[in-house]
Every structure is written in C-alpha cells, then in structure tokens.
C-alpha cells in the first residue's frame, strides 16, 4: 500500500477542487443582437457568466465589446467603417471559451419592441422606415405586432434574422390589413428566417405580425417564447435588388 504525505493530500484535494470548480462561459443570448454603424448601446448576455467580468473577441476592429460592472452587461462600440452584416463575438476567461455568437451590424437605426403589442389592436406603432426592431418573443405564444402606413403602390421589405443569430426558433411573418385580413405570409424565405415584400394597392394601416416555432423542432406545435427568442426585424419602403443578372462580372 502506497502512503501519501497529508500535505499531497490536501494540495490534491485542493488542485480537484479548484479544476471542479472551474466554468467555461456560455451565451445563450445577445439583447439586442446587432446595431446600427457608428453608435454605442449596453447589451445584455444571458448564459454562464462566471467569473464576472468576461473577456470578449470579435472578429472585426469596427466592432468591441466590454464588459460593465453589472454581471451580463456590456458596453458595444461599432465603428462608422465596420462592415455591415454578420460578424462573430466569443467570450472567455481563463478556463477557457464560449461557442461563437453572431452579432449583426447594420446600416439602418434601431428601435426597440415595446411590449404589450401580442394583438392587432395593440400594435407597436412604426413611425418611420427603415427601421431595425430589436425584440424578443418573451414567453410560449407571443406573437409581436407593429403598425405601418403605406401609401398606394408603396412597397414594404420586410426581413427577420433569428435563425441566422442562432435564436432557437423559426420564425412566421404575417402581413393584415386594416380589417384583419391576412394579405401576405412567409414562413422561409433564407434559410428558416422569413421575406416578404408586398405593395400596397391602397394607402391605408397595415400591421405586421412576427411569430415563431421551436427550433429544433419539439413534439408539440406551438408558438414559442422565451429568453433566448430574440431578433432583428428590418423594415424598409423599398426598392430591393432580389438578385442581379449576369451575376458575375466578366
């Protein structure tokens, strides 16, 4: 039988102790989950967040983030000259990384989703396009709406990244009328995240409804909710180039 020095003993107990408690970040969520080029904000992060603060890499310059005295917050810079799109965060401290996190980066201002807006009738007031709607689909049946005028033969672009920030839903848009009539619907239309594009034969208010399922796909059907269901809503009055010919220059 081999015998240990006590002193080992307490040095091993202490060195598994110590690893056992050791935590890799984890992001779950990003709130809001993108921004407009040239501003500042605060985002929240939801996940495993100990030890406070985290160290944060992004794959850009134009884009930072850092951590705030409150536990999952941080305070974002986007440059003037980042580039617009996707771009990846993952955070970290010593015992290592969270998974990557898409953050979107944009050219249109942001707005944030008031709640309660669930029906028609309460529905979010838009007052001007193009807009970025930051929101989340707070809890299992939430259905977010928002009001718009258009004009005769006005176009409305309407555009969600949801799936793309690895929210775990997929999203519905639903277009109604002024009486309450579905008049335009799309469920995928890049990727899971939906576009629709609908103009206008009569000036008039139009609400836009957003909606989602699980994803990954659970055994009930039902609209989703919950933390994690975030989003970019991105509203614009047109034009849009769907696609170019020749696609390629020669």
């Not at 002193?7 to 779950?28: H, K, N, Q, R, T």
């Not at 310059?61 to 986007?78: R, Y």
């Not at 995240?193 to 009569?202: E, R, V, Y």
């Not at 919950?226 to 020749?246: D, I, K």
Request: proline share 8%.
């Amino acid at each position: 039988m081999i015998s240990l020095n006590p002193m080992v003993i307490v040095l091993i107990c202490g060195f598994v102790s110590s690893f056992a408690l050791a935590e890799i970040p984890s992001a779950d969520y990003l709130s809001p989950s993108g921004g407009k080029q040239g501003t500042s904000f605060s985002v929240s992060m939801g996940g495993k967040l100990e030890p406070w603060p985290l160290q944060v890499w992004t794959d850009t310059p134009g884009l930072s983030f850092k951590a705030e005295e409150t536990k999952g917050k941080f305070a974002v810079q986007i440059a003037t000259n980042a580039p617009p799109g996707p771009h990846l965060v993952r955070f970290y401290n010593q015992d290592g990384a969270s998974a990557l996190r898409c953050f979107m980066v944009g050219p249109l201002a942001d707005q944030d989703e008031k709640e309660p807006n669930d029906s028609p009738d309460k529905a979010q007031l838009l007052e001007k396009c193009p807009v970025t709607l930051n929101g989340r689909l707070e809890k299992s049946g939430d259905v977010d709406s928002f009001a718009i005028t258009l004009k005769a033969g006005q176009w409305l672009i309407a555009s969600v990244d949801a799936y793309a920030l690895d929210s775990p839903m997929d999203p519905v848009l639903q277009l109604l009328d002024a009486q309450g009539t579905k008049i335009g619907f799309n469920h995928d239309g890049r990727s899971l995240d939906p576009f629709l594009a609908f103009q206008a034969k009569a000036a008039g208010r139009y609400v836009l409804q957003l909606f989602a399922f699980a994803y990954p796909p659970q055994s009930d059907v039902r609209f989703t909710g919950g933390n994690a269901a975030v989003y970019r809503l991105n509203l614009s009055a047109g034009p849009y180039a769907r696609y170019a010919f020749p696609d390629k220059m020669l």
